[in-house]
């Protein structure tokens, strides 16, 4: 069984999904071209599959897999300051919240599990760490208009989004 500390970050990292998707299917409305949506819906997918990921270690370590509701309160009333924002002001933000707010959370989870004594447990924290760092580069490279600014994440996606034309 993995240690409290871990399974404390291990919440928290399951509630960034929730907030991920939560925040990524309001941006969702904001997209205007078929590109746009395709990021977002992109982003949207990711934060998914990271939470469908977790589910299982949630369950089998008995925790709740309740959504957090303040998440859905705080995203909700921040919807207008979101619209009111440029695509490349809204990704700014998503960079800095993610670098500042997230990023160091995931990245500690691998750090609380024995590789040895928890195999698959370790895996989905390291893939967690990576999940977040393919966010946080993924925003860098919409911010300086990349070819392909989705790379880091469709490259982990299980079900990857049709990119337009």
């Known amino acids: 069984m993995p240690s409290k500390d871990f399974l404390e970050c291990l919440k928290d990292v399951y509630h960034g999904e929730q907030t991920g998707e939560i925040f990524f ?6 997209a205007d071209s078929p590109e ?22 949630m369950s089998r370590f008995g925790l709740s897999m309740v959504e957090d509701r303040q998440a859905r309160e705080t995203v909700s009333a921040g919807k207008e300051t979101l619209f009111a924002m440029s695509w490349e002001e809204s990704f700014a933000a ?12 995931y ?12 195999p698959e447990t370790a895996k ?12 946080v580069l993924a925003t ?8 392909n600014p989705m790379e880091p994440i469709v490259s982990l996606l299980h079900f990857p989004l049709f990119r337009p034309a």
Request: net charge negative.
């Open 94 to 105: 998503i960079n800095e919240t993610t670098r500042s707010t997230y990023l160091q959370r």
């Open 140 to 147: 860098e490279n919409i911010l300086n208009d990349s070819e």
């Open 25 to 30: 299917d309001a941006m969702l409305e904001k």
């Open 107 to 118: 990245v500690e989870l691998e750090t609380l599990v024995c590789a040895e004594e928890e």
């Open 36 to 57: 746009q949506q395709y990021i977002v819906g992109s982003f949207l997918q990711f934060e998914t599959e990271g939470k469908a990921l977790i589910r299982p270690a």
């Open 124 to 135: 989905l924290a390291k893939f967690m760490g990576d999940h977040e760092r393919a966010l």
